[in-house]
């Protein structure tokens, strides 16, 4: 497992353009997120790059890896700790040669126990299963059932969960082995950032109190 996913939670994935981004993305690490992935589709490749520079400090101040969504070009231009792949972005093998051996190369796999077999075997660092519940960022996603989280627990890389998490539903995916639950709306969406981040940060912690 790679050092810096050694410890389950949070994954806040920002939501594309908004104001205060960078102030947005520091609640949620007060909040406890463990991972930011810098996530926006637009062209506006100027600002992206202003953005990501920027997260990739802070996230370096907090101790939390920053992972840039399919732009392995950004990623490494601002020093990234790594990407994050869907099934039509860059060539595992290509951006594990670009960004090199100590890179943080997470997969999407929706649906699909066979994609991430064939990926963790490829080296992917971790691999990423949903949508497990409607999502607003992505409503007509595949569905995953949470059998796959217990399912993939012998292929030995984290597992993911993604869409629709709430504090009210991610309880569920954490119990099948979610060793992160990666989260867009019900965080960046909310209007108080750091609480919202706290209430999944919450749903690692066993009732002693202390992290899983």
């Given amino acids: 497992m790679h050092s810096k996913l050694q410890h389950r939670g949070l994954y806040a994935i920002t939501d594309g353009p908004r104001p205060g981004l960078l102030e947005a993305v520091a609640q949620a690490l007060s909040g406890g997120a463990r991972i930011v992935q810098y996530r926006d ?3 506006d490749s100027a600002r992206r790059h202003a953005e990501a520079a920027a997260l990739q400090q802070l996230c370096i101040s907090r101790g939390a890896p920053l992972i840039i969504n399919d732009d392995v070009a950004l990623a490494i231009a601002i020093g990234a700790d790594g990407v994050h792949l869907g099934e039509k972005d860059s060539d595992l093998a290509a951006a594990r ?47 995953a059932s949470p059998e796959l ?11 993911v969960a993604i869409g629709g998490i709430t504090p009210d539903n991610g309880a569920s995916l954490v119990e099948a082995g979610a060793d992160f639950l990666a989260v867009i709306s019900a965080v ?25």
């Fill in 41 to 43: 589709k637009t062209t």
């Fill in 97 to 143: 040669i670009a960004l090199g051996a100590q890179a943080i190369i997470g997969v999407s796999c929706y649906d699909s126990l066979e994609r991430a077999r064939t990926l963790a075997a490829a080296g992917a660092d971790y691999v990423a299963f949903g949508a497990f519940f409607p999502s607003p960022t992505k409503p007509h996603a595949r569905r």
């Fill in 149 to 159: 989280l217990w399912q993939s627990a012998a292929l030995g890389v984290p597992r």
């Fill in 188 to 212: 960046f969406g909310a209007t108080d950032v750091e609480a919202a981040a706290l209430r999944f940060t919450d749903l690692y912690l066993p009732s002693s109190g202390t992290p899983r």
